[in-house]
Antibody, heavy 119, light 107 residues
Framework: EVQLVQSGAEVKKPGESLKISCKGS????????IGWVRQMPGKGLEWMGI????????RYSPSFQGQVTISADKSTSTAYLQWSSLRASDTAMYYC?????????????WGQGTQVTVS | DIQMTQSPSSLSASVGDRVTITCQAS??????LNWYQQKPGKAPNLLIY???NLETGVPSRFSGSGFGTDFTFTIGSLQPEDIATYYC?????????FGGGTKVEIK
């Protein structure tokens, strides 16, 4: 069974750093793109970027380029999303999702979400 | 960036009604259009991929159609468990983009 399990909720202060995780299981982690999606309170879905764990190729949305870093650890089948200096506007739910072997495929499995609160 | 314009932003319908949501892309995206359902407090769930393909395990009352720039998502007979927000998403070009969502309620 394919599963993406995300790390727990975080409460941070502005200026602090943060790294949240998404652990994949039940499939070949290195063969599928993993993406990150932000959902601000009461708002819609925003695509942040994706990574191909097989070779760590990463693509970012222009809206998030330079604001976050996406990485992956093949040895633990875990993808990460990190901030070096959080802002109150980073308060949101963050989802990881498995895409496909190619970027034109949909997000077919999603993590449960990680709530990040910056206050 | 490809803009995805979804309408309506919300709708109210009765159980058993046929519900239709449209999604328009700002440029040709061929068939690379996906539909997701998000129930309150839950992660999104893939329903339709490549405009018209039903994801495994998704009830057949859900369907999709379209190609190029204009797409339609239909719930053939609305059920109480379909209360959710529905999003379209294009996967033709980076950055991937979502529509603004359609909140579906029961009248």
């Amino acid at each position: 069974e394919v599963q993406l399990v995300q790390s727990g909720a975080e409460v941070k202060k502005p200026g602090e750093s943060l790294k949240i995780s998404c652990k994949g299981s039940g499939y070949t982690f290195t063969s599928y793109w993993i993406g990150w999606v932000r959902q601000m309170p009461g708002k819609g879905l925003e695509w942040m970027g994706i990574i191909f764990p097989g070779d760590s190729e990463t693509r970012y949305s222009p809206s998030f380029q330079g604001q976050v870093t996406i990485s992956a650890d093949k040895s633990t089948s875990t993808a990460y999303l990190q901030w070096s200096s959080l802002r109150a506007s980073d308060t949101a739910m963050y989802y990881c999702a498995r895409q496909g072997v190619v970027i034109t495929q949909p997000f077919d499995y999603w993590g449960q979400g990680t709530q990040v609160t910056v206050s | 960036d490809i803009q995805m314009t979804q309408s309506p932003s919300s709708l109210s319908a009765s159980v058993g009604d046929r519900v239709t949501i449209t999604c328009q892309a700002s440029q040709d995206i061929a068939r690379f259009l996906n539909w997701y359902q998000q129930k309150p407090g839950k992660a999104p769930n893939l329903l339709i991929y490549d405009a018209s393909n039903l994801e495994t395990g998704v009830p057949s009352r859900f369907s999709g159609s379209g190609f190029g720039t204009d797409f339609t998502f239909t719930i053939g007979s609305l059920q109480p468990e379909d209360i959710a927000t529905y999003y379209c998403q294009q996967s033709d070009n980076l950055p991937l983009t979502f529509g603004g969502g359609t909140k579906v309620e029961i009248k």
